[in-house]
Every structure is written in structure tokens, then in C-alpha cells.
């Protein structure tokens, strides 16, 4: 019998354009799917839901930032009231709890005044300025950083 030739010739043109076209396909197709199908294998009945879980989960870390900000803010926000004396305050500075060294100056505006009575009514005058409570004005400073913390004025 002939049977040999006829299939042969088949089978060659079969095998020579299928074999490109199947052999792109299968490799193709096995490889786009499963990567979709690979992170839903647990829940295989609620693919949506498993997409929707996950930016929700991202979103809560974004929104414990920003209390932080806030509280820092308000941290640096503390009135301060300075008096006559050294006192203890926490330094906005280096940020250290110090006791202020009190610096007692006589006011600019008092050594003004000063030297206008002393043109006007001459040497006995100019002295009142300086025996006044409200001529001098207290400098508290940072014994640390010796940045000034605030000034008291009497
Ligand atoms: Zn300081």
C-alpha cells in the first residue's frame, strides 16, 4: 500500500505552519493567566474584593502621619510669662529645661529720657529715669545656648 507518501506530505505542511503559530500560543496563554490567578488562589470565589482590600490597607498609614504633624505644633507652642526674676522654663532653643540667668538693663528709651532732662532741667533731673521700676527692663537668656528666651518688662 501507498499509505506511506500521502501522510507523510501531510504531516510535513501540518507540522510546518502550525508548529510556529501552537508553539507561540501555548507558551503565551500558560503565561499571562496564572499571574492574575496567582494572587487569588485563597479567595478564588471573591476575586473584586481582594483588589479592594488592598489600597484600603495603604491608606491607614497615610493618615497616622498627619496627627504627628499637628502634635508638633503644638508642642512648640507653649506661653511663656517672664517675671522680674530667673526662672525655670523649657528653652525653645536647644530645648532643654534651664533656669534663665535675669538681666536687669536700663531701657533705651530711658537713657533717652535720661538725656533730655539733663539738656531741659540739667543734672539734678537726669538721675529720675534711672531710680525707676519701669525704665529697666529684665533680659532672660538661656544659660546653655545664651539665645534670649524673653524680656520682662517692669
Ligand atoms: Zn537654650
Known sequence: MDTGPPPSYAQVQGTTQPP????????????MMPVPHQGLPPQQGLPPQAYAQQPVAVQQPVAVQQPVAVQQQIYVQQP?????????VMCGYCHQTVQTTAESN?????????????????ILCCWIPCVMDSSYETTHRCPACKATLGIYNA
Open 80 to 88: 511663656v510669662m517672664f517675671g522680674p526674676h530667673s526662672m525655670q
Open 106 to 122: 536700663l531701657k533705651s528709651s530711658a537713657i533717652l529720657l535720661a538725656t533730655l532732662l539733663c539738656l531741659v532741667g540739667g
Open 20 to 31: 510556529p503559530e501552537k508553539s507561540g500560543l501555548p507558551p503565551a496563554g500558560p503565561g
